[in-house]
């Protein structure tokens, strides 16, 4: 059978940020986050509708600890939407710190979503902004393809790809984490927070080797 038929017209992976700030070498470097991407190019091959998306901050963004006297990386401040974590510049527009990877090859992505785009407001969720109200059209997109069931991968599995997921949920679609194809960073015991959330919501965490 067509490995992409498996998924039928209604699957879509969605590849979350593999961007050179999220590699090792980068800004923000997820530990290890550059080994996935041979397993999300086999993956992304094996599914027709595939979405990329892409953390596209301007310089001077709120969520930079460089943005408030006095804080450091991986403080945590009070933001008009909530608690914040800052973090060092990283994915500023037209850097090659927010490009891609260059061994990501996913030539027959449709869409790419850029993120955090709102000097106030950070973005982890590839639906909506950490305001939890601002959207990135990625949830009219998805329905208007008749695109329910969400499967994805990428950086890093405790904070994008989770709130993503959990979004995903919220908005009604089937959601599916393949954890191989993520790494973490585990700030605080996030990993395990992000298991206890996605079982509580009824997201799976699957492995690549079950899309063989």
Request: with cysteine.
């Amino acid at each position: 059978m067509n490995q992409a038929a498996r998924f039928g017209e209604d699957g879509v992976l969605i590849v979350v940020d593999v961007q050179n700030d999220f590699c090792p070498g980068g800004a923000l470097a997820v530990p290890r986050g550059d080994e996935i991407i041979p397993i999300v190019n086999s993956l992304a091959a094996r599914f027709r509708n595939v979405v990329l998306t892409q953390d596209w901050h301007p310089r001077g963004h709120s969520s930079f600890a460089s943005s408030h006297t006095g804080k450091k990386p991986f403080e945590t401040i009070a933001a008009s939407y909530g608690p914040q974590v800052l973090w060092p510049d990283h994915c500023v527009q037209g850097t090659r710190g927010a490009a891609f990877h260059q061994a990501l090859d996913v030539p027959h992505a449709a869409l790419i979503v850029r993120k955090g785009m709102h000097g106030a407001i950070d973005s982890y969720s590839t639906f909506y902004e950490n305001d939890r109200k601002t959207p990135t059209g990625l949830v009219g997109y998805l329905r208007e393809r008749g695109l329910s069931r969400i499967f994805l991968a990428g950086l890093a599995f405790d904070f994008c790809v989770r709130y993503s997921a959990e979004d995903a949920r919220s908005e009604g679609f089937d959601a599916f984490v393949i954890e191989d194809a993520c790494r973490s960073i585990d700030l605080e015991g996030s990993v395990a927070a992000t298991r206890a959330s996605l079982a509580a919501r009824g997201v799976p965490c699957l492995r690549a080797q079950e899309f063989a």
